[in-house]
């Protein structure tokens, strides 16, 4: 693996890293009546997208890598989605919305990336 490819995914495993610790911080305000409903929705595709994450970045055959960073990115769908309700429902602040939507915004970008590079090789 190139140096740069693996600062590339030290920056992504940082940036999901924030991502688990912003969202654990704000599920925790969410209502008791979502504590087994959106609230484990959201950290059942946070922690799936972490472990595809580390596969990704773990595995070295191409093909594997693209499958799990597709599985990454389809847990950061989801996680969009869910961040969508918590507005609409009002369980997060529009404050909370954007700073949320950034986090993923800025490590979608990096995924993008990442696949595209590896779809060149």
Known sequence: MSNLTANNNLVIYQKYLELISYTNDLVRKYPKSETFALVKE????????????????????????????????IELDLI?????????????????????????????NMLGGWINSCRKK
């Open 42 to 73: 959201i950290k059942v595709s946070l922690y799936h997208g972490f472990r595809s994450l580390m596969y990704g970045i773990k595995t070295y055959q191409v093909q594997n890598k693209l499958k799990y960073l597709s599985e990454l990115d």
């Open 80 to 108: 969009k989605v869910y961040i969508r309700l918590s507005y609409k429902y009002k369980y997060i602040s529009t404050q909370n919305y954007t700073a949320w939507s950034n986090i993923l915004t800025d490590i979608c």
